[in-house]
T-cell receptor
Framework: GAVVSQHPSRVICKSGTSVKIECRSL??????MFWYRQFPKQSLMLMAT?????????EQGVEKDKFLINHASLTLSTLTVTSAHPEDSSFYIC?????????????FGDGTRLSIL | GEDVEQSLFLSVREGDSSVINCTYT??????LYWYKQEPGAGLQLLTY?????DMKQDQRLTVLLNKKDKHLSLRIADTQTGDSAIYFC?????????????FGQGTTLQVKP
């Protein structure tokens, strides 16, 4: 159980393109989803916390107009990288928490490798 | 502040036990987690421990928590080549509504046949 599906797995596009990444909880409802960014050989950095039906909470230093997050349903959150540039190239990973209780862990998608040319 | 530290690399022989260590700074952490990441993939939850526990065992995995020293360890018994991956420890900080995770840098486990 607790499967999180993330699509696409890899994107290569030209500078200036906007890219949308989807994160779905397949067998549970997720009121809270998280978006992370991971640079090569580094840890995960939390970008934002996405709550169903409300605005996302962004971490310090993350541009909310650059990284648009929509969590319109209990099973889907999307991250749109607007007008992407080469410095936005990274591995983006989403996670979903199985419930609102504090002990319930986050389950992760398989990540999206974004390459901007 | 919130900080999680791990050693970067561990090499063991197949069949040996592996011990991956982690230290954290936030004394209010309630839950601590171990995740496994294989190349090019997302993170797989291995196990987690509540802060009022000292030890948790799940098949080949044993988690030890020393809350006084803010030290967490993951022991993998009878390590196999399929265990080769990056292992992240994470502490849960913040309120129950947010519960964001702070990750360590990850420990690369290399298992030699």
């Amino acid at each position: 159980g607790a499967v999180v599906s993330q699509h696409p797995s890899r994107v290569i596009c030209k500078s200036g393109t906007s890219v949308k990444i989807e994160c779905r909880s397949l067998d549970f409802q997720a009121t809270t989803m998280f978006w992370y960014r991971q640079f090569p050989k580094q840890s995960l950095m939390l970008m934002a916390t996405s709550n169903e039906g409300s605005k996302a909470t962004y971490e310090q230093g993350v541009e909310k107009d650059k990284f648009l997050i929509n969590h319109a349903s209990l099973t889907l959150s999307t991250l749109t990288v607007t007008s992407a540039h080469p410095e936005d190239s990274s591995f983006y990973i989403c996670s979903a928490r199985t419930g609102v209780e504090s002990y319930q862990p986050q389950h992760f998608g398989d990540g999206t490798r974004l390459s901007i040319l | 502040g919130e900080d999680v530290e791990q050693s970067l690399f561990l090499s063991v022989r197949e069949g040996d036990s592996s011990v991956i260590n982690c230290t954290y700074t936030d004394s209010s952490s309630t839950y601590l987690y171990w995740y496994k990441q294989e190349p090019g993939a997302g993170l797989q939850l291995l196990t987690y421990i509540f802060s009022n526990m000292d030890m948790k065992q799940d098949q080949r995995l044993t988690v030890l928590l020393n809350k006084k020293d803010k030290h967490l360890s993951l022991r993998i018994a009878d390590t196999q080549t399929g265990d080769s991956a990056i292992y992240f420890c994470a502490e849960r900080v913040g309120s129950s509504n947010t519960g964001k995770l702070i990750f360590g840098q990850g420990t690369t486990l290399q298992v030699k046949p």
